[in-house]
């Protein structure tokens, strides 16, 4: 799998998704200063509400616009079955005899793309699993504890 090709992908797909959202964020700004935002009584909080969302609408597309920008500038490096794993390591793993393809990355955690017939998911570092996986080899196991579970996966392949 190319992975220059799969991050330009992902660039296409995160681009289609900021066109979406910064329309309907648009559309959240205009219902906050519309007229009928303004509170009926003290208990209607549709205004309020509206605001909460246009924050966190506002947030997420300048979360996309950094991950773009890293996304152009990113240096993919190759990897074979004796590197550790690090960032631009696509990652075959095994869990529960379920096989799942993993991009990792600095930033964009829990993005997913379907590429090549494949759905690929970005982890990051700074997630549980990500963290587990990095710097191991081909062939070894991360372990990766949520509260009283213990998952393990095992890595098949890393490219």
Do not use: C, W
Not at 111 to 126: A, L
């Amino acid at each position: 799998m190319d992975k220059k090709k799969l991050i330009e992908h992902i660039r296409g797909e995160l681009e289609k998704d900021l066109a979406n959202l910064t329309a309907v964020a648009k559309a959240t700004i205009e219902a906050v200063t519309h007229e009928e935002s303004k509170p009926e009584n003290e208990y209607d909080t549709r205004g309020l509400e509206a605001s909460y969302l246009a924050r966190g609408q506002a947030k997420r597309i300048s979360e996309i616009k950094e991950l773009l920008v890293i996304l152009k500038h990113v240096v993919v490096k190759d990897f074979g079955p004796d590197d550790k794993i690090a960032g631009t390591a696509l990652i075959e793993v095994e869990h529960n005899g379920k096989t799942s393809t993993l991009f990792m990355m600095t930033h964009g955690g829990g993005v997913n793309v379907d590429f090549e017939g494949k759905r690929i998911q970005i982890v990051t570092p700074s997630s549980p699993l990500g963290e587990a996986l990095l710097d191991l080899y081909e062939g070894d196991v991360a372990i990766v504890e949520q509260g009283d579970q213990v998952r393990e996966y095992e890595i098949v392949s890393v490219k």
